[in-house]
């Protein structure tokens, strides 16, 4: 019996320390801010710098839309195989009066994405001025998206609108 007891010895201490590691590692990273076993699929969107700093409009009588009626939020998405940051955009019309709202140009100083994004969605003009839908109206309630990808965000912000 206490053979066999020397023999089991090794093999339940190895199996505590492993199992002690176990619970042990992942409550060290997690308290360290490191997650490498996080999925970037789950993280959710932010508003834009120019979002959260909104002003309320002030609506006169006969005024349809203002650029404080498209929102933008812009969060991380998963990143491309080769590691380039992916993000994601969502560009809403949030009109109280039931608007469609056209023209909607954003600054978004020297836009570029490794990954192709659709120019009937999202096209650079020219340096800080990118436009909406192809310039085409986007309804009342409705959300554009899409994705791009580099090294760093783009801060995007509402420039003009046409009602």
């Keep these: 019996m206490s053979e066999n007891l020397r023999r ?74 080769t590691g380039i940051p992916t993000y994601t955009v969502e560009i809403i019309n949030v009109c109280v009066t039931g608007c469609d709202i056209a023209g909607i140009h954003l600054t978004c100083g020297w836009f570029s994405s490794i990954r192709l994004v659709n120019p009937r969605i999202f096209k650079r003009l020219r340096y800080n001025d990118c436009i909406v839908n192809d310039g085409k109206p986007l309804a009342n309630g409705r959300t554009l998206s899409f994705q791009y990808a580099n090294s760093f965000r783009y801060p995007l912000s509402v420039q003009r609108v046409r009602c």
């Design 8 to 81: 089991l010895a090794p093999i339940a201490a190895t199996l505590s320390v492993i199992l002690f590691l176990m619970l042990a590692l992942p409550t060290a990273l997690h308290s360290r801010r490191i997650y490498p076993l996080a999925s970037p699929h789950r993280k959710l969107l932010v508003h834009s710098e120019a979002s959260a700093t909104l002003e309320e409009p002030n609506r006169v009588w006969g005024d349809k839309c203002s650029r404080a009626d498209i929102l933008i939020n812009q969060g991380p998405a998963a990143p491309l195989p």
